[in-house]
């Protein structure tokens, strides 16, 4: 989102989009190598648990982060993620930030009266994703459409105006009346380019139709991961029956959370689980799949190990459901990192060929 806004305003920005090449995330420490002179923090969870014990270890690790950002630096955190604002707050009990300086200041951007930056009147458009008023400090700045669905699609798309505004003052902070226009004039153009945002690769991204059943693909392999997209797509979907497909990731990671997965998968209305998807090779005796399909509650949920099973049981469920020819929609979403990610197109292909 902030790509798209910044080539707006400028065409000769570059970026650079952490995916199919090494990314500056908290695993490894890899992010503490970093020096930025804008840091934005969306959530912060406990995600690699191979890495980090608890919690408090991950958050203590974002602290040393924001304590790298260069003299006169800016941070802006999520206000609705408490994690985000307890490291935010650590980092300003530091005296790192300068006072009365537009940069250099700690900004807050969320739903609620106490963030700087906010999205209100938030209701769903005939696109699937939401409109909503950017304000800041209580003044309206722009309405914003976007084609996205889910409330955290509203929070990003409010963090990449309030970055952009940021980006874009650098070099002129000294004139309050200058800075609020470039505030307005650039919240306006990054609406703008919002609009027109489709998404990224794999994440809620659809895979292709058929009939009456839409095949969509998640990167998702965090229980909130997996909540905040089952919510988007309900959104998007509302009662229409929605099967996931899950390839959890790393025996640490289900090791300790399996409940907090079942939890989550829970909001869909049929779960197929598959065997672990080992991405860093590292292996826990007695831990499957099973452990979580054992915990999801109130809803159907199987254990099926390799993804060549589950290709055939989908095949025979999905040939059932065309043959007598049922009307209501079916929305099949596979979610994980491994080679589910094949799945959708696998069972389009049987179908249309």
């Given at each position: 989102?902030?790509?798209?806004?910044?080539?707006?305003?400028?065409?000769?920005?570059?970026?650079?989009?952490?995916?199919?090449?090494?990314?500056?995330?908290?695993?490894?420490?890899?992010?503490?190598?970093?020096?930025?002179?804008?840091?934005?923090?969306?959530?912060?969870?406990?995600?690699?648990?191979?890495?980090?014990?608890?919690?408090?270890?991950?958050?203590?690790?974002?602290?040393?982060?924001?304590?790298?950002?260069?003299?006169?630096?800016?941070?802006?955190?999520?206000?609705?993620?408490?994690?985000?604002?307890?490291?935010?707050?650590?980092?300003?009990?530091?005296?790192?930030?300068?006072?009365?300086?537009?940069?250099?200041?700690?900004?807050?951007?969320?739903?609620?009266?106490?963030?700087?930056?906010?999205?209100?009147?938030?209701?769903?458009?005939?696109?699937?994703?939401?409109?909503?008023?950017?304000?800041?400090?209580?003044?309206?700045?722009?309405?914003?459409?976007?084609?996205?669905?889910?409330?955290?699609?509203?929070?990003?798309?409010?963090?990449?105006?309030?970055?952009?505004?940021?980006?874009?003052?650098?070099?002129?902070?000294?004139?309050?009346?200058?800075?609020?226009?470039?505030?307005?004039?650039?919240?306006?153009?990054?609406?703008?380019?919002?609009?027109?945002?489709?998404?990224?690769?794999?994440?809620?991204?659809?895979?292709?139709?058929?009939?009456?059943?839409?095949?969509?693909?998640?990167?998702?392999?965090?229980?909130?991961?997996?909540?905040?997209?089952?919510?988007?797509?309900?959104?998007?979907?509302?009662?229409?029956?929605?099967?996931?497909?899950?390839?959890?990731?790393?025996?640490?990671?289900?090791?300790?959370?399996?409940?907090?997965?079942?939890?989550?998968?829970?909001?869909?209305?049929?779960?197929?689980?598959?065997?672990?998807?080992?991405?860093?090779?590292?292996?826990?005796?007695?831990?499957?799949?099973?452990?979580?399909?054992?915990?999801?509650?109130?809803?159907?949920?199987?254990?099926?190990?390799?993804?060549?099973?589950?290709?055939?049981?989908?095949?025979?469920?999905?040939?059932?459901?065309l043959s007598s020819g049922q009307k209501d929609t079916l929305v099949v979403i596979t979610m994980g990192t491994g080679s589910c990610t094949n799945l959708g197109p696998r069972l389009l292909q049987r179908f249309m060929s």
């Open positions: 989102m902030l790509s798209i806004i910044l080539r707006e305003i400028d065409p000769g920005v570059s970026s650079v989009v952490g995916a199919d090449i090494p990314q500056a995330d908290e695993y490894d420490s890899c992010f503490l190598s970093l020096t930025p002179q804008l840091s934005l923090i969306l959530n912060i969870d406990w995600e690699h648990v191979d890495m980090f014990p608890d919690k408090k270890a991950v958050k203590k690790h974002f602290t040393e982060f924001c304590r790298r950002l260069k003299p006169g630096g800016t941070l802006i955190y999520c206000g609705e993620s408490e994690s985000a604002h307890a490291v935010a707050s650590e980092f300003m009990a530091q005296g790192k930030i300068p006072d009365d300086d537009a940069i250099g200041e700690v900004i807050s951007y969320g739903l609620e009266d106490k963030n700087m930056w906010q999205a209100v009147m938030i209701k769903p458009n005939a696109y699937g994703g939401s409109d909503y008023l950017a304000t800041y400090n209580g003044e309206v700045m722009t309405p914003v459409q976007i084609q996205l669905p889910g409330i955290h699609n509203v929070l990003n798309s409010l963090a990449a105006i309030a970055a952009a505004v940021v980006v874009a003052s650098w070099k002129n902070t000294d004139d309050g009346k200058l800075l609020a226009n470039i505030r307005k004039h650039i919240s306006e153009t990054a609406a703008r380019s919002l609009y027109s945002f489709q998404g990224v690769h794999r994440r809620l991204e659809f895979v292709g139709k058929l009939e009456n059943c839409h095949f969509y693909d998640d990167y998702a392999h965090h229980p909130t991961e997996i909540s905040a997209s089952l919510k988007a797509a309900r959104e998007k979907f509302g009662n229409s029956s929605i099967w996931v497909i899950f390839q959890p990731q790393d025996y640490s990671r289900v090791s300790r959370l399996s409940k907090d997965f079942a939890v989550a998968l829970a909001a869909a209305d049929r779960v197929i689980v598959t065997q672990i998807y080992a991405a860093r090779g590292k292996t826990a005796g007695g831990v499957s799949g099973q452990d979580i399909v054992d915990q999801i509650m109130g809803t159907s949920a199987l254990y099926i190990q390799s993804m060549d099973d589950v290709y055939v049981f989908l095949s025979a469920e999905l040939s059932t459901l």
